[in-house]
Nanobody, 115 residues
């Protein structure tokens, strides 16, 4: 099983990034997919989730209206579009796949928002 994130990097405040998470070796379409993030010295927090069919999403209050999660079950990929980025969005972002008691994590991708 693999979840591989990509798309992180350095961006100026107000900028945008799109993260991708490519999955392999499991039935992707069954899983609820989520993005988490962890800033230095802080606990990992949920950014948002998308249902297995993609019809339902939810977001942390801190990112509502700025971040959008989407998925392409044909490509086994989940995306996180991040707009209007703020310095406090700086963190390692992790992809998570969950189905019942089964959970998989990616290795994380660094996002740094700084001028």
């Amino acid at each position: 099983v693999q979840l591989v994130e990509s798309g992180g990097g350095l961006v100026q405040p107000g900028g945008s990034l799109r993260l991708s998470c490519a999955a392999s070796r499991f039935t992707f379409s069954r899983y609820v997919l989520s993005w988490y993030r962890q800033a230095p010295g802080k606990e990992r927090e949920l950014v948002g989730s998308i249902s297995s069919a993609g019809g339902s999403t939810n977001y942390a209050d801190s990112v509502k209206g700025r971040f959008t999660i989407s998925r392409d079950n044909g490509k086994n990929t989940v995306y996180l579009q991040m707009n209007s980025l703020k310095p406090e969005d700086t963190a390692v972002y992790y992809c998570n796949a969950k189905w019942g008691q089964v959970t998989y994590w990616g290795q994380g991708t660094q996002v740094t928002v700084s001028s």
